[in-house]
């Protein structure tokens, strides 16, 4: 079976990766899938930094607006999906450009889950409780002991992935770093070409500040707010997200507007730095500044000339 080929458009935030998405769809007659972990859930616009809908008007964009805030979505539900919106509008001869921010999903997507087992709350907790009264070095010692190859790759601070590397050890037998290894090697349906935006990071900081202090003048507090009166808890995962979070202190009483928007977008900024390591780690991406759309559009069309699809 021959490989469905994508344009991957991913990039930190506040970068530029729509606007770039529709004009690349809209000059080649192909179509948007999401790959941001938040645009999927409906209600929220503002602080998701959504497509509007005149933008969607202008390409036609998948797994947007799919699950409410309450429902369950993760890496693999949107690798699951994503397949088959991708196979449905390779059919049609369409390109296809995945575009987004959340490197976990879109590498879901082109290689797949590893093959770890399920969370065991009974055994995190044990390593959490360890953690919490012995230090995250007693852990990191632990893990040095069972599993000497995960440790030498993971950063002795970083408590989250040394837990995990200890869970799935305990329960397999086998070091997270051989399943790692393994599923590196796995087949992708696709043939790819990957494009990054890069923004100076202070050009980028004052981006994702001007952003941030539209999002407020747009309406984002009513749209929080309207989440709370549908009945959405607090607590809910997306709810918890980077600017949700921030709003429904500031609703609480516990600073005011100006301190929300400034906490938004120091966070955001954390975010974004962020992102830039995880995609910085895949040297297949081709990196341009947002501006260099000739330079973009010209390897965009050799790619898809390449694969039949103008």
Known sequence: MSKIPLVIINAPTATGKTSLAI???????????????????????????????????????????????????NAALYA????????????????????????????????GIIDTPAV???????????????????????LKEKDPAAAFRINPNDAVRVIRALEVFDQTGESITSKQIRH????????????????????????????????????????????????????LKPMQSLGYRQIIRYLAGDYDLKQAELLIARDTWHYAKRQMT?????????????DNEPKIEAEVKNFLQENDLI
Do not use: C
């Open 120 to 142: 065991d709350e009974k055994i995190r907790n044990h390593y959490k409780k360890l953690g919490e009264t012995r230090g995250k070095n007693y852990l990191f010692e632990l």
């Open 278 to 290: 995880w995609f910085a780690a895949d040297k297949s991406i081709q990196w341009f500044a947002p």
């Open 184 to 235: 590196a090697f796995s087949s992708t349906p696709y043939r790819t070409l990957k494009i990054g935006l890069r923004v100076e990071r202070e050009i980028l900081k004052a981006r994702i500040a001007a952003r941030t202090k539209e999002m407020i003048a747009a309406g984002f507090v009513d749209e929080v707010r309207g989440l709370l009166q549908r009945g959405y808890s607090q607590k």
């Open 80 to 111: 699951e999906t994503a397949r088959a919106v991708i196979g449905e509008i390779n059919e049609r001869k369409k390109p296809v450009f995945v575009a987004g921010g959340t490197g976990l999903y879109i590498r879901a997507l082109t290689k």
């Open 23 to 73: 004009m690349l769809a809209r000059k080649f007659g192909g179509e948007i899938v999401n790959a941001d972990s938040m645009q999927v859930y409906r209600h929220m616009d503002i602080g998701t930094a959504k497509p509007t809908k005149e933008q969607r008007r202008e390409a036609p964009h998948h797994l947007i607006d799919v699950v409410d805030p309450d429902e369950e979505f």
